[in-house]
């Protein structure tokens, strides 16, 4: 209990993602310096970077899903809080009375125009308290070097986060409706509702530092999980289908065709010369096909045969795919699940918990 103040409290922080952040901060630091150099070319009263862009930097490449680390917060953040300050001090001569005073109005000016970032507050006391180099920019200050460094340093982090393969401006894509209709998708129908959390947040009255659409996320994978723990004991190999129908990618596309209409099915599975999985086709695909399989096959879902069955939910109730193969370590088809072989077990585990419940 005595070393709980030195735990680290970010949710999903991994050493990999601290590493990267170290790396980016480096990156991201080093350039904003030399292409600001470039830009206002050198000098001893020349500020080519301001400190704020340190405190960015941390969001920026630690935490570039937070709310206070895009684009527009740092950038905007940055920029209206240095030209807050300059304006503070230009009026106010009281170095104690002009920092309070800046800090405070950049607060409300970030939360007006939507670009709350925390170093913001620095960049309007640095505006303040910055000394001659500060002073001798005057109302240039927040444009350069304020707005340039923060530009130059969202751009190296877009960069950097794109070669990383990380979500960056991070977007929280809502769960479409495949069908194009305006009914939510079908895991959004049970459960919890948007309204529930909202009004969650308004009863606890707190802000918390993530989107608003990414706590829904969040809170939609925890019942998911949760449901998969209290079924994990159901696995794939206890209702997968073992007699599978296949066919090879040299077949031809109206022999395909054949077989999904001989054994109503949706999906079949595409393997190769060696029988490993290639992919799936179904009526869909092979409208478009003309030759052979291969052309036209998509991929599919798949899973283990050790794999809790209740897992497969969010891949069978996507909209689009109708069974997922169940394969071995070489890829080769052990069996599959459909839609109706999961509906079919759920049913059959939630009966003796409604059963118990009544009595």
Not at 48 to 73: E, K, R
Not at 106 to 124: D, E, K, N, Q
Request: proline share 7%; charged share 15%.
């Amino acid at each position: 209990m005595a070393f709980r103040l030195f735990v680290p409290i970010l949710a999903g922080a991994t050493l990999r993602e601290r590493l990267l952040a170290c790396i980016g901060a480096t990156i991201g630091i080093a350039l904003t310096g030399v292409i600001s150099g470039l830009a206002m070319g050198g000098g001893p009263h020349v500020a080519l970077l301001v400190a704020p862009m340190g405190a960015s930097a941390v969001l920026l490449f630690a935490v570039p899903s937070s709310p206070l680390a895009q684009p527009w917060s740092i950038i905007g953040g940055n920029s209206i809080s240095a030209l807050v300050g300059v304006t503070v001090a230009h009026f106010v001569r009281d170095p104690v009375i002009a920092s309070g005073l800046a800090v405070a109005l950049a607060i409300a000016a970030m939360s007006f125009t939507r670009c709350l970032h925390p170093p913001g507050g620095a960049a309007a006391l640095t505006a303040v308290l910055g000394g001659p180099a500060v002073v001798s920019a005057g109302f240039l200050f927040p444009f350069v070097p304020v707005a340039l460094n923060s530009t130059i340093l969202v751009t190296l982090g877009f960069l950097f986060h794109r070669l990383a393969r990380r979500n960056y401006p991070h977007v929280a894509a809502p769960a479409a409706n495949s069908h194009g209709t305006a009914d939510p998708p079908p895991r959004q129908r049970v459960g919890f509702r948007p309204e529930d959390v909202d009004a969650a947040l308004a009863t606890l009255d707190e802000t918390f530092d993530i989107d608003r659409d990414d706590l829904e996320r969040l809170l939609r994978q925890v019942e998911l999980q949760a449901m998969v723990r209290s079924h994990r004991t159901l696995l794939c190999e206890d209702i997968m289908s073992r007699d599978v129908v296949s066919v090879p990618e040299d077949a031809p596309a109206d022999a395909a065709r054949q077989q999904l209409l001989d054994h109503n099915i949706r999906t079949l599975p595409v393997v190769d010369a060696e029988a490993r999985l290639s992919g799936a086709v179904g009526l869909r695909e092979l409208t478009k096909a003309t030759d052979t399989v291969k052309g036209v096959m998509s991929n599919v879902g798949t899973a283990s045969a050790d794999t809790p069955a209740m897992s497969l939910l969010p891949v069978l109730t996507d909209g689009r795919s109708h069974a997922v193969v169940i394969v071995d370590a070489e890829r080769r088809i052990l069996g599959l699940i459909t839609q109706t072989d999961l509906l079919a077990a759920a049913a059959r585990v939630q009966t003796p918990d409604k059963g118990l419940a009544a009595a």
